[in-house]
């Protein structure tokens, strides 16, 4: 059940924006600009632009849930709603919580600790190399020779396998979210 007032258009749109420019960001960073950049940039230019796109990234998406929560809230009272309006609510609630972990601790964690490394790899004349996974060896034997690396490597892959496991949750939450606003239009 919603409020007893039907949300206006501009209402409606505005959720409809949230939800689509959080979803289509979603993806374009997720499966399609980091393949790309992987494939076509060095190490350190990728993991530069990595550093300065997903915090902005994570915090626009933190965003745009918040909002699209809020609007949701206001226009379904808690007193009135049925069990699809309250998994709803559940769902932007856990998008807009994984998220603000992510943008605030996950996602900076990774940016910081892949600065550092860089730093590293530098002073060893590493990360020049195109994709990520080329030049193997090189880092491997780096990672045994230098434990400061070596620890560094091991955080950063801890920070972004978590920073990926919430962003794989917000977009489980907004495809959710978009099926249920798929049920319920009246009409394209």
């Not at 849930?65 to 809230?73: G, H, K, S, V």
Request: charged share 15%.
């Amino acid at each position: 059940m919603s409020t007893e007032q039907e949300p206006t258009v501009t209402v409606k749109l505005l959720q409809l924006l949230l939800l689509s420019t959080y979803w289509g960001m979603q993806i374009w960073v997720t499966f399609i600009s980091s393949f790309v950049m992987d494939n076509h940039l060095n190490r350190h230019t990728y993991g530069f632009i990595q550093s300065r796109l997903v915090p902005f990234y994570l915090h626009l998406g933190s965003a745009c849930a918040f909002f699209n929560l809020t609007i949701f809230a206001v226009h379904h009272p808690s007193d009135t709603l049925d069990d699809r309006e309250a998994f709803q609510i559940f769902t932007l609630f856990v998008s807009v919580t994984v998220a603000a972990i992510n943008a605030q601790w996950f996602g900076q964690m990774t940016s910081d600790l892949m600065a550092d490394m860089h730093l590293v790899e530098q002073a060893c004349g590493l990360g020049q190399d195109i994709g990520l996974s080329s030049n193997r060896e090189a880092y491997a034997k780096l990672s045994e020779t230098d434990a400061k690396y070596r620890a560094l490597s091991g955080r950063l892959r801890l920070y972004r396998l978590l920073s990926s496991l919430c962003n794989l949750c917000c977009i489980g939450c907004n495809f959710s979210s978009l099926c249920y606003m798929a049920e319920n239009l009246s009409a394209l």
